[in-house]
C-alpha cells in the first residue's frame, strides 16, 4: 500500500511522563516520513514533562488534573490539532522503527478506512506474561474488521487501541470519544465507527513499543475499570466469554512452558484469577456502594 498524502497531527495526553515521554519524542521526530504536529494535553505534570515537550517542538495546553478523562484529554487534543489525520498515542508507547510513520499511514489507502491501529511489543525486560499477551492481543498479521451488521457483535469483533491509533479528522469529527467512560473509549470508538459503516484496520507493520507490568492487584483493578467501561457496548454472553478467557490461559500455559518460564508457571494462578475476578466485579460494579467502587478501582478520582 502507498499511503495518500495528509497533514498528519499525534495527539499524546501527558502527565508526570519523564520516565518514557522523552525516548517516544525522539522516535517520533527520527521518523521518515512526512512532517508532524506534536499536540500534548497535559493533566498537571511536575516532574519535567513540559520542558521536555518544548524542547521537541510540541504544542501543549494544560487542564487540571481533575479535569482528565481518556476520552476528553482525546477529544480536547484533537480539536486543537490542525491535521488532516489525527494519531492518538500514549506517552510511554514508542515507535520501534523509522518507518512506523510511513507504514501507518498506508492504512488510510484500505476503502473505507475509519480508523488503524498499531501492532504493540512487549518493552525491554517484560516479564513472559506481558509478552504472551502483546503476541496474543497484537500478532504479526494485520487485518480488517468489515462494518458492524450486528451492534451486540463480540468485543473482539471491534477490538481498536488508543496506545496508538489513527483516525481520519472527518471520521473523529462525526464520532468523536465517548467521556463518560472511566477507559475503553477507543473500544467506544471502533464500535461506532464499524456500526456507522468504516472499516477498522489492525496495521501489524506499524509497530510500537508498549506493554504494562502489572501485578496481581494493578491487573485486578484495570480490569475492574475496563468491564465497568465496556458494558453495554455489546452483548456479552457468560459462555462466550469463558471460552474465550479459558482459550486465553491455555494458549498461555503452552507458552510458558515452550519457553522454560516455570516459576511463571507458578504465579499465573493468582494473576489469572485477578484478571477473571476484576473483570466478573467491573461488570458488576452498580451493585456496590460507592466506596467499594472508588477502593477497586485504579482511577478512584473518576467515581467523584
Request: net charge positive; with cysteine; aromatic share 10%.
Amino acid at each position: 500500500m502507498t499511503a495518500p498524502r495528509t497533514t498528519v497531527s499525534i495527539v499524546i495526553p501527558t502527565y508526570n511522563g519523564m520516565a518514557t515521554l522523552p525516548a517516544v519524542l525522539r522516535a517520533i521526530r527520527a521518523q521518515d516520513g512526512p512532517p508532524v504536529e506534536i499536540m500534548a494535553v497535559d493533566s498537571g505534570s511536575t516532574d519535567g514533562t513540559l520542558d521536555a515537550l518544548m524542547a521537541y517542538g510540541a504544542r501543549i495546553h494544560e487542564i487540571p488534573n481533575r479535569d482528565f478523562t481518556h476520552g476528553g484529554a482525546r477529544n480536547l487534543g484533537a480539536n486543537l490539532a490542525t491535521g488532516d489525520t489525527l494519531i492518538f498515542m500514549s506517552q510511554d508507547a514508542r515507535p520501534a522503527r523509522r518507518d512506523w510513520l510511513i507504514r501507518f499511514l498506508e492504512s488510510l489507502s484500505v476503502p473505507n478506512i475509519g480508523g488503524a491501529y498499531c501492532r504493540q511489543v512487549p518493552r525491554e525486560g517484560a516479564t513472559p506474561l506481558e509478552a504472551y499477551f502483546q503476541g496474543y492481543m497484537y500478532p504479526p498479521q494485520s487485518k480488517v474488521y468489515a462494518p458492524l451488521a450486528d451492534p451486540n457483535a463480540p468485543l473482539a469483533r471491534s477490538f481498536f487501541s488508543n496506545a496508538c491509533s489513527l483516525i481520519p479528522r472527518r471520521v473523529w469529527e462525526a464520532h468523536p470519544f465517548r467521556t463518560d467512560l472511566i477507559m475503553s473509549e477507543d473500544q467506544a470508538f471502533s464500535r461506532a465507527a464499524l456500526w456507522a459503516g468504516y472499516a477498522i484496520h489492525y496495521n501489524a507493520a506499524a509497530i510500537v513499543i508498549h506493554s504494562h507490568g502489572y501485578g496481581p492487584m494493578a491487573l485486578f483493578r484495570r480490569n475492574f475499570d475496563s468491564a465497568y467501561s465496556l458494558r453495554g457496548l455489546a452483548r456479552e454472553t457468560v459462555g462466550g466469554l469463558a471460552g474465550r478467557g479459558i482459550g486465553f490461559v491455555a494458549g498461555e500455559i503452552a507458552f510458558l512452558v515452550r519457553g522454560g518460564h516455570w516459576r511463571w508457571l507458578l504465579r499465573l494462578p493468582v494473576y489469572e484469577a485477578a484478571r477473571a475476578m476484576g473483570r466478573i466485579a467491573g461488570r458488576h460494579a452498580e451493585r456496590f456502594p460507592l466506596r467499594l467502587r472508588r477502593a477497586l478501582s485504579m482511577h478512584r478520582r473518576w467515581w467523584g
